[in-house]
Protein backbone atom coordinates (compact mmCIF):
# COMPACT_ATOMS: atom_id res chain seq x y z
CA UNK A 1 0.00 0.00 0.00
CA UNK A 2 1.57 3.10 -0.89
CA UNK A 3 1.78 6.46 1.84
CA UNK A 4 -0.66 8.65 1.75
CA UNK A 5 0.11 11.95 -0.34
CA UNK A 6 -2.75 14.88 -0.05
CA UNK A 7 -2.03 16.55 -3.77
CA UNK A 8 -2.98 19.79 -2.67
CA UNK A 9 -0.88 19.95 0.71
CA UNK A 10 1.32 22.38 -0.70
CA UNK A 11 -1.86 24.42 -1.46
CA UNK A 12 -3.06 24.01 2.23
CA UNK A 13 0.57 25.32 3.48
CA UNK A 14 0.10 28.41 1.12
CA UNK A 15 -3.59 28.92 2.30
CA UNK A 16 -2.05 29.19 5.94
CA UNK A 17 0.50 31.17 5.43
CA UNK A 18 -2.13 33.77 3.82
CA UNK A 19 -3.98 33.07 6.62
CA UNK A 20 -1.69 34.00 9.26
CA UNK A 21 -0.57 37.38 7.24
CA UNK A 22 -4.34 37.78 7.66
CA UNK A 23 -4.96 37.49 11.02
CA UNK A 24 -1.10 39.37 11.34
CA UNK A 25 -2.84 42.12 9.70
CA UNK A 26 -5.89 42.00 12.14
CA UNK A 27 -3.65 42.52 15.01
CA UNK A 28 -2.40 45.19 13.56
CA UNK A 29 -5.57 46.79 13.07
CA UNK A 30 -6.73 46.24 16.08
CA UNK A 31 -3.45 48.20 17.84
CA UNK A 32 -4.35 51.07 15.83
CA UNK A 33 -8.07 51.00 16.59
CA UNK A 34 -6.77 50.73 21.16
CA UNK A 35 -4.01 53.43 20.05
CA UNK A 36 -6.65 56.10 18.50
CA UNK A 37 -9.07 54.94 21.65
CA UNK A 38 -5.77 55.87 24.17
CA UNK A 39 -5.16 59.12 22.36
CA UNK A 40 -9.08 60.03 23.09
CA UNK A 41 -8.95 59.24 26.32
CA UNK A 42 -5.52 61.15 27.03
CA UNK A 43 -7.16 64.37 24.97
CA UNK A 44 -9.92 64.16 27.80
CA UNK A 45 -8.20 63.48 30.74
CA UNK A 46 -6.25 66.37 29.94
CA UNK A 47 -8.83 68.76 29.04
CA UNK A 48 -9.89 67.54 32.51
CA UNK A 49 -7.52 68.09 33.95
CA UNK A 50 -6.81 71.76 32.51
CA UNK A 51 -10.54 72.10 33.45
CA UNK A 52 -10.01 71.30 37.20
CA UNK A 53 -6.91 73.20 37.06
CA UNK A 54 -8.34 75.73 36.33
CA UNK A 55 -11.55 75.79 38.36
CA UNK A 56 -9.31 75.65 42.20
CA UNK A 57 -7.62 79.42 41.42
CA UNK A 58 -9.34 81.75 43.12
CA UNK A 59 -8.87 84.39 40.71
CA UNK A 60 -8.44 83.84 36.97
CA UNK A 61 -6.51 86.28 34.27
CA UNK A 62 -8.64 87.17 31.27
CA UNK A 63 -5.35 86.06 29.22
CA UNK A 64 -5.79 82.41 30.65
CA UNK A 65 -9.42 82.38 29.24
CA UNK A 66 -8.73 83.71 26.21
CA UNK A 67 -6.11 81.11 26.27
CA UNK A 68 -8.46 78.21 27.48
CA UNK A 69 -10.74 79.10 24.59
CA UNK A 70 -8.04 78.71 21.94
CA UNK A 71 -7.04 75.52 23.44
CA UNK A 72 -10.92 74.32 24.00
CA UNK A 73 -10.98 74.85 19.81
CA UNK A 74 -7.82 73.16 19.17
CA UNK A 75 -8.76 70.02 21.64
CA UNK A 76 -11.94 69.57 19.93
CA UNK A 77 -10.50 69.77 16.49
CA UNK A 78 -8.25 67.48 17.25
CA UNK A 79 -10.60 65.35 18.80
CA UNK A 80 -12.91 65.46 15.81
CA UNK A 81 -9.81 64.32 13.95
CA UNK A 82 -9.28 61.53 16.24
CA UNK A 83 -12.82 60.52 16.23
CA UNK A 84 -12.85 60.34 12.48
CA UNK A 85 -9.74 58.40 12.59
CA UNK A 86 -11.01 56.02 14.67
CA UNK A 87 -14.01 55.41 12.85
CA UNK A 88 -12.03 54.99 9.50
CA UNK A 89 -9.71 52.15 11.17
CA UNK A 90 -12.86 50.38 13.10
CA UNK A 91 -14.21 50.03 9.18
CA UNK A 92 -10.91 48.89 8.13
CA UNK A 93 -10.44 46.40 11.24
CA UNK A 94 -13.84 44.83 10.02
CA UNK A 95 -12.96 44.95 6.32
CA UNK A 96 -10.16 42.69 7.50
CA UNK A 97 -11.93 40.70 10.03
CA UNK A 98 -13.81 39.38 7.00
CA UNK A 99 -10.89 38.55 4.70
CA UNK A 100 -9.42 36.69 7.97
CA UNK A 101 -12.97 34.77 7.65
CA UNK A 102 -12.48 34.12 4.29
CA UNK A 103 -9.22 32.73 4.27
CA UNK A 104 -10.07 30.49 7.46
CA UNK A 105 -13.11 29.35 5.60
CA UNK A 106 -10.38 28.56 2.82
CA UNK A 107 -8.14 26.50 4.82
CA UNK A 108 -11.10 24.60 6.81
CA UNK A 109 -12.28 23.59 3.77
CA UNK A 110 -9.02 22.48 2.46
CA UNK A 111 -8.19 20.43 5.79
CA UNK A 112 -11.51 18.47 5.55
CA UNK A 113 -10.67 17.30 1.82
CA UNK A 114 -7.67 16.17 3.37
CA UNK A 115 -9.47 14.59 6.11
CA UNK A 116 -11.60 12.77 3.76
CA UNK A 117 -9.03 11.63 1.33
CA UNK A 118 -7.07 10.65 4.72
CA UNK A 119 -10.36 8.51 5.48
CA UNK A 120 -10.65 7.13 2.20
CA UNK A 121 -7.10 6.20 1.99
CA UNK A 122 -6.97 4.42 5.25
CA UNK A 123 -10.33 2.48 4.54
CA UNK A 124 -8.93 1.27 0.78
CA UNK A 125 -5.60 0.53 3.09
CA UNK A 126 -7.49 -1.53 5.46
CA UNK A 127 -10.02 -3.47 2.72
CA UNK A 128 -6.82 -4.21 1.07
CA UNK A 129 -5.35 -5.65 3.97
CA UNK A 130 -8.17 -7.52 4.75
CA UNK A 131 -7.94 -8.88 1.43
CA UNK A 132 -4.36 -10.33 1.59
CA UNK A 133 -5.28 -11.95 5.01
CA UNK A 134 -8.17 -13.89 3.32
CA UNK A 135 -5.86 -14.79 0.50
CA UNK A 136 -3.14 -15.85 2.97
CA UNK A 137 -5.72 -17.85 5.09
CA UNK A 138 -7.34 -19.48 2.20
CA UNK A 139 -3.81 -20.18 0.84
CA UNK A 140 -3.45 -21.91 4.11
CA UNK A 141 -6.24 -24.07 4.15
CA UNK A 142 -5.61 -24.79 0.41
CA UNK A 143 -2.19 -26.30 1.30
CA UNK A 144 -3.63 -28.29 4.17
CA UNK A 145 -6.68 -29.94 2.21
CA UNK A 146 -4.06 -30.97 -0.57
CA UNK A 147 -1.65 -32.44 2.35
CA UNK A 148 -4.38 -34.22 2.68
Known amino acids: MQRFQFRLERVLGWRRKKCQMEENRLAVCHGLVHATERQIEHLRAERASIDQELLERSAIPAADFRDLGYYRMGASQAAAELTNELQQRVVSASEQRARV ?25 GRELEQVAAEAYLSRWSQVYRAD
Open 101 to 125: QRAQQGVKLLEKMRERRLEEHTSLA
